[in-house]
């Protein structure tokens, strides 16, 4: 998922003075919203108001037109004219830009990738997702949340309230994301550690003090990955880094390019997934209703998870660059103008097929992690319902950035990395086994 990086300093939004002026107009609007979406409990109803603002909104401050429309936004994910903003386009386009070696890191890897580069590379990745790898994913996903569910019980019981993020949200995906890498388990909670500082990459507008802290964490998980790369380059097993590194090697691909590839897909495969099993407990919990209503008909939980996806996708802004001009929605764009595609936006766009959605994006880009997150999802939410009946939701999600060291997940990742996020507190008067 990429996030379109302003090619000169950009006010952030989030520290910009009150004082500073404001652009008038449509432009003025969004950059208004861009930045309420640091300090609302629920961002998305912000994300309404960007669409109600056109399916195209230019922003000249940005170099960028903000894209919402569901049609908009599909054809631009899907129209190869439509290009990441990759290594070679940066160099070219975007001076200064590898002052920050996570950003390189981040735009070398394969969701910044084009083709060819990037066709070869996801053929190489894609082995570890296909179906029976998942098949045999499955049992110990399922294991892997009843251990995080036996840790919230446990909390609960103890103190009366939890926070799911602990014992679930953040453990689960990076535990899975072992799994598919062969990492040892132990493992997960520095690298989840190690990710969460380094999501400002991957951000609209992050600040310098957030950026080098995220170079930080990129040395640590490179330096990590590297030696995971080397051992299983001299020692092959049968697990799918272990191929895909044979793969990749045998075609070429350099080992500083795999180790941030390698890096790349577990901080990818943690953070958005982490995100949605918080967003997919608050949206179900909110609404006694809708709980009941689970519990009632289980079999609807499948339609229920796909409708948090739509609703609440974790990865909110993905960027493209026009390769030439050309006219959206009646809005001109100029060749080399940069694309802010707003998924939340899209996904609500009542001109859309009511169930139709981009959360996992569409076209060559498409996520190779889809049906991973789905297999989490769906083994999360009903196990969470059926073993705490009386689950409730403690307190309101928690607007802003969280107190230090509070565990958080920093939702929605991807081109918008919004702190204030659903810090979900759970709280409940019996829970099963
Ligand atoms: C709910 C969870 C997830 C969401 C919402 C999500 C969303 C997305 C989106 C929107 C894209 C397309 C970006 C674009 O077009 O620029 C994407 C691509 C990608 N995702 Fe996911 N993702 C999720 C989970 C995962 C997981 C679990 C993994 C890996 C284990 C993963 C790995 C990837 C990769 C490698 C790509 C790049 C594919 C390519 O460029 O060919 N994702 N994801």
């Keep these: 998922m990429s996030a379109v990086l302003p090619t000169a300093p950009t006010p952030s ?13 449509p432009q003025g609007q969004v950059m208004r919203l ?12 912000v994300f309404d108001r960007l669409r109600e603002l056109g399916p195209v909104i230019p922003v000249p401050a940005l170099n960028a037109a903000v894209v919402t429309g569901f049609q ?3 054809h631009v994910l899907r129209d190869p004219a439509f290009i990441l ?41 894609a082995q570890g997702f296909h179906r029976t790898a998942l098949a045999e994913l499955r049992p110990v996903v399922t294991a892997l949340v009843h251990s995080g569910l036996n840790d919230l019980g446990a909390a609960l019981r103890a103190h009366g309230t939890a926070d799911l993020t ?28 190690l990710t969460a500082r380094w999501t400002a ?22 330096a990590y990955f590297l030696r995971v790369v080397q051992e299983r380059e001299r020692c092959p097993g049968r697990d799918f880094l272990s191929t895909w590194v044979a793969a990749a090697r045998a075609d070429g691909v350099g080992i500083d390019d795999i180790v941030v590839h390698t890096a790349q897909l577990f901080v990818t495969g943690f953070m958005t997934v982490q995100s949605s099993l918080t967003s997919a407990a608050y949206a179900v919990l909110s609404s006694p209703g809708l709980t009941a209503a689970l519990r009632r008909r289980p079999e609807d939980m499948g339609a229920a998870v796909e409708e948090v996806l739509r609703t609440r996708p974790a990865a909110a802004v993905v960027g493209r660059v026009a390769t030439r001009g050309c006219v959206l929605a009646g809005v001109p764009v100029a060749a080399q103008q940069r694309l802010i595609v707003v998924i939340p936006a899209a996904n609500r766009d009542t001109r859309a ?31 969470l319902l059926s073993r705490f009946p009386s689950l409730r939701l403690a307190d309101a999600p928690v607007p802003g950035d969280p107190a230090p060291g509070a565990p958080l997940d920093p ?23």
């Design 85 to 125: 903003p990759d290594t070679a386009w940066r160099d070219a386009h975007a001076d200064g830009w590898r002052h920050h070696r996570s950003v390189v890191s981040y735009a070398a890897s394969l969701p910044n990738a084009n083709p060819p580069r990037h066709t070869a590379l996801r053929a190489h990745l």
């Design 13 to 25: 939004p989030t520290t910009a003075s009150s004082t500073e002026p404001e652009a008038a107009g």
């Design 201 to 222: 990459a991957a951000e609209l507008f992050p600040s310098e003090a957030d950026l080098d802290d995220a170079d930080a964490a990129d040395s640590a998980l490179v």
């Design 166 to 193: 602990e014992h679930i949200s953040r453990p689960l995906p990076s535990r899975v994301m072992c799994k598919v890498l062969s990492l040892p388990d132990e493992d997960a909670p520095v690298l989840a550690g």
């Design 34 to 45: 861009l930045r309420r979406l640091r300090t609302e409990a629920d961002p998305y109803p």
């Design 411 to 433: 939702a929605p990742m991807a081109g918008i990395a919004l702190p204030h996020h659903v810090r979900l507190l759970t709280t409940t008067a019996r829970a099963t086994r």
């Design 72 to 74: 908009e936004c599909r």
């Design 353 to 383: 097929a009511a169930t139709a959605h981009l959360t996992f994006g569409v076209g060559v880009h498409y996520c190779l992690g889809a049906a991973l997150a789905r297999l989490q999802l769906g083994e999360f939410l009903p196990a």
